[in-house]
C-alpha cells in the first residue's frame, strides 16, 4: 500500500477523508493561525482550497489582477510547528503591500500532516507558496524576504532549490490549476491526471513534483540560483567510507538504504533522518526519533535480538545511523508462502504445520521482547514488519527502534502501525504486551486493525482462528483479555 494514503485517514476517526476538511471544516477558523484569521484588505480575497488558504490580489469585480503569469519561478517557504504563526505574519506582512498573490498553510494540525511520516516527500516541508511576476521579483523576494526570515528553521523542501541558508526555496512550476495525462510509462495505454505546465509548444506536460530538484528541459536557470546549485551539487555521498547499493524504505522522514562497509567488506544498513521533517505524533522530528533509536540499540548492544550500531554522522544536514545488516524475511511477508487459509480447501497436514510454525515464531518474539524489557528497554513499535525472522527461521531479530523508550521516560506511544496501536491508557511495557496479545491473533487471523475502531472484535477473531487452527483456546484466550484491558495475561 502506499503509506501516502495515511494523511486521509487522519481528518476523521472511522472515515476515509480527504484533508480539505483540517482547514475548512467546523471548528477550523478556531485553531487558526492569526494571519489566517486576518480580513483581506480592500481589493484582495482570501479562500481555502484543500490545506491552502490563498491571498491574491483582485480588480473590483472580484477578478484576478491580470498581468500575472501562468507558470515560473515560485518561491516557497518553509516552516517548523514552533515558528509558522510568525512566517506567516512575515509573509502576509510582505507580500500584501507589494500585491504578490501567496498561499499558506492555516492551521498547526494541517502543517503537522503535511510534514508528518508518510506525507508526500513532494510538498513536505512547504508552508507559503509565493507567485513572482517575473525574475526580477524573484530574486528580489528571495533576497528581501530572505533577510526576514533569516535564521528561521524548517523542513527541506526535496523538490526545490534552497536560497542561501535560510527557508526560502525555488522551483520552476504552475501557478495555474491546469491538469494532463501523465503516460509515465509510454504506452498511451493512458495514465494518472497531474498538475500541468505548458511547454514552448503549447502543449501541457507533467509538472513534475518528485523530490529531486528539476528544471523543465525548454527553462534556463536564473544566473543568481547559480551558487545555490553548485552548493546543493557539492554535497554528496562519494566520500564517505560506504557503498550504498539500495534503496529500502523512503518516507518523508529520510531513507533507509542498504550498503557495503568499504573498510571491511561488511554488509551494513543506513538509516536517514531529515530534520524537522517526518514528524510523529508527539511533534518528535525524524532526527529525534533516530537518536532514539540510537539510544535503544545502544542499551540492547549484545543481547543479539536487534542490529549493533555500526556508525553515527551528519552529511549536509542529514543524520545517518549506520547498523549491521539483518539477514532474514520481515514476519509479513510470510503470509503469501504459508497461511494455509489462501486455499480455498485448506489441507489439514498444512494448517497443522502452520500454527506449529507460528505458535514457534510468536514464542520467539515474546523472548526477544523479554530481552528487551530486561535492559529497560519499551519498544512501542511492535508489529510483524518490524520482526525479521531468520533465513532457517530459528529466530528473530526486533527492527526499528525510533519509537523505543527507557521505561523511566514514561512517553506514550506515538508511531504505530494501525493493526496493533495499542489504547492511550497503556504505557511502558503493557503497549508491548498488548502488541504482542495482537500478534497472538493476526498469525492466524490477520485482521487486527478492526480493533481501532471496536477493541470487541478481539473475541471475534479469537473465534475465527480457534475454529480454523489446532491452537490451544487459552492462547488467544489471554490475548483477548490483554486487549480488552483485562491484564497481561501471564506472558510478557
Known amino acids: ?219 534556463t536557470l536564473p544566473d543568481f540560483l547559480a551558487p545555490q546549485l553548485a552548493a546543493r551539487n557539492a554535497t554528496t555521498v562519494a566520500d564517505l567510507p560506504y557503498r550504498i547499493e539500495k534503496a529500502l524504505h523512503f518516507s518523508n522522514g529520510g531513507g533507509v538504504y542498504v550498503g557495503t562497509d568499504t573498510r571491511t567488506g561488511a554488509k551494513v544498513v543506513l538509516k536517514e533522518a531529515r530534520p524537522y521533517a517526518g514528524l510523529a505524533s508527539d511533534g518528535a522530528d525524524a532526527v529525534t526519533r533516530l537518536e532514539r533509536e540510537k539510544a535503544a540499540l545502544e542499551r540492547l548492544s549484545g543481547l543479539g535480538v536487534a542490529p549493533e550500531v555500526r556508525d553515527w554522522f551528519t552529511l549536509g544536514d542529514h543524520r545517518f545511523l549506520v547498523m549491521d545488516h539483518i539477514a532474514g524475511r520481515t514476519l509479513n511477508s510470510f503470509f503469501a508462502q504459508r497461511h494455509p487459509l489462501l486455499a480455498a480447501e485448506p489441507d489439514p497436514a498444512a494448517v497443522a504445520d502452520y500454527t506449529r510454525w507460528a505458535l514457534r515464531i510468536h514464542g520467539a518474539v515474546e523472548e526477544a521482547v523479554a530481552a528487551v524489557h530486561g535492559r529497560g528497554v519499551v519498544f512501542n513499535d511492535l508489529h510483524m514488519f518490524n520482526i525479521m525472522v531468520s533465513p532457517d527461521e530459528s529466530s528473530v531479530m526486533l527492527l526499528d527502534f525510533e519509537a523505543a523508550a527507557h521505561i523511566g521516560e514514561g512517553r506514550r506511544q506515538a508511531i504505530a502501525h494501525p493493526g496493533f496501536v495499542a489504547p492511550l491508557d497503556r504505557r511502558g511495557f503493557e503497549v508491548d504486551r498488548y502488541a504482542l496479545a495482537c500478534l497472538r491473533l493476526a498469525l492466524f487471523v490477520p485482521m487486527t486493525t478492526l480493533l481501532v475502531v471496536d477493541r470487541g472484535k478481539a473475541a471475534h477473531l479469537a473465534e475465527v482462528a480457534a475454529g480454523q487452527f489446532p491452537v490451544d483456546r487459552a492462547f488467544l484466550d489471554e490475548a483477548v483479555e490483554v486487549i480488552a484491558g483485562g491484564g497481561h495475561g501471564g506472558y510478557g
Open 1 to 219: 500500500m502506499d503509506k501516502r494514503y495515511e494523511v486521509f485517514c487522519l481528518a476523521d476517526r472511522y472515515f476515509y477523508e480527504t484533508p480539505d476538511r483540517l482547514s475548512a471544516g467546523a471548528g477550523a477558523s478556531e485553531s487558526r493561525y492569526e494571519a489566517a484569521q486576518r480580513t483581506a484588505p480592500e481589493g484582495w480575497e482570501t479562500f481555502v482550497s484543500g490545506d491552502w488558504l490563498h491571498v491574491n490580489p483582485v480588480l473590483e469585480d472580484g477578478t484576478p489582477r491580470p498581468g500575472r503569469p501562468n507558470q515560473g519561478w515560485k518561491v516557497h517557504v518553509s516552516a517548523c510547528l514552533d515558528n509558522a504563526e510568525k512566517t506567516a505574519a512575515k509573509v502576509w506582512d510582505y507580500c500584501v503591500p507589494r500585491e504578490i498573490p501567496f498561499k499558506f498553510v492555516p492551521t498547526a494540525h494541517a502543517l503537522h500532516l503535511r510534514n508528518s511520516k508518510y506525507a508526500g516527500r513532494g510538498s513536505s516541508g512547504k508552508f507559503a507558496t509565493i507567485y513572482p511576476a517575473d525574475e526580477v521579483e524573484l530574486h528580489t523576494i528571495l533576497r528581501e524576504l530572505g533577510e526576514l526570515l533569516a535564521g528561521e528553521p524548517g523542513p527541506y523542501i526535496l523538490t526545490d532549490l534552497r536560497w542561501q541558508e535560510g527557508p526560502l526555496y525555488v522551483r520552476y512550476g504552475g501557478f495555474a490549476q491546469r491538469f494532463c495525462v501523465d503516460d509515465a510509462d509510454g504506452s498511451g495505454a493512458g495514465g494518472t491526471l497531474v498538475p500541468a505546465i505548458e511547454d514552448p509548444s503549447g502543449r501541457l506536460v507533467p509538472d513534475r513534483r518528485d523530490p529531486a530538484f528539476h528544471v523543465p528541459e525548454w527553462v
